[in-house]
């Protein structure tokens, strides 16, 4: 089975800051990974997705995430934050020929300051 | 037009009491789901659901039932809320192809119910 860790429960920042989210995983095969964001009384809506091919994926909005197999880990960047980038964000991790239902980090409360 | 929508938005109820959540789904997807999301922001599965096969997490108390009436509605029924019911529910909507997990999830606003 697969876990999802999301290391900052909350990040604060300044407006045009460059900001990273980070996320680590865990499984015993090979998985698909992905950011999703959910603004203040909304659901969630996908960010970026990596199925395979190129390590780095770039989403909407700006941001961007890196796939790092060694590290299991899948970090999401943005090099210049707005404030209405102030979102919570999860990470999710869902394994090839497994389970089609993802499984959800605890969130990353994004917060940035004017 | 809304992909995912959900009715109501929010829902303020006594203890004991029995509600309904609707969600509908406009995308053409064949398989739904149930989230709750309680004040931590913790997102937790509780229903997985196909025209083929049913899949509840095993945590989840049989006093919530998800009931579908076709392959675009699904609908979260729950008896005897108590106050830990209290919480955001989410519907979502993929279309799993292969099998693996490759799709991306498309939820819905949510509903807010509180239990009191």
């Known amino acids: 089975a697969q876990s999802v860790t999301q290391l900052d429960s909350q990040v604060p920042v300044f407006e045009e800051a460059p900001v990273e989210l980070r996320c680590n995983y865990s499984?015993?095969?090979?998985?698909?990974l992905f950011w999703y964001v959910q603004y203040p009384n909304q659901g969630l809506q996908l960010l970026l997705k990596?199925?395979?091919?190129?390590?780095l994926v770039k989403g909407i909005n700006g941001f961007e995430a890196e796939f790092n197999k060694s590290q299991t880990s899948f970090h999401l960047r943005k090099p210049s934050v707005h404030i209405s980038d102030t979102a919570e964000y999860f990470c999710?991790?869902?394994?090839?020929?497994?389970?089609?239902?993802?499984?959800f980090g605890r969130g990353t409360s994004l917060i940035v300051h004017p | 037009d809304t992909a995912v929508s959900q009715t109501p938005k929010y829902l303020v109820t006594q203890m004991g009491n029995d509600k309904s959540i609707k969600c509908e789904q406009n995308?053409?997807?064949?398989?739904m789901y149930w989230y709750k999301q309680d004040s931590k922001k913790f997102l937790k599965i509780m229903f997985s659901?196909?025209?083929?096969?049913?899949?509840i997490n095993e945590t989840v108390p049989n006093r919530f039932s998800p009931k579908s009436p076709d392959k675009a509605h699904l609908n979260l029924h729950i008896n005897s809320l108590e106050l830990g019911d209290s919480a955001v529910y989410f519907c979502?909507?993929?279309?799993?192809?292969?099998?693996?997990?490759?799709?991306?999830?498309?939820f819905g606003p949510g509903t807010r119910l509180t239990v009191l």
């Open positions: 979502a909507s993929s279309h799993p192809r292969g099998g693996g997990g490759a799709d991306t999830q498309y």
């Open positions: 499984s015993s095969v090979s998985v698909y």
């Open positions: 990596y199925l395979s091919g190129s390590t």
């Open positions: 999710a991790v869902s394994e090839r020929g497994g389970s089609y239902i993802p499984t």
């Open positions: 995308l053409g997807h064949d398989t």
């Open positions: 659901y196909n025209n083929k096969e049913l899949i």
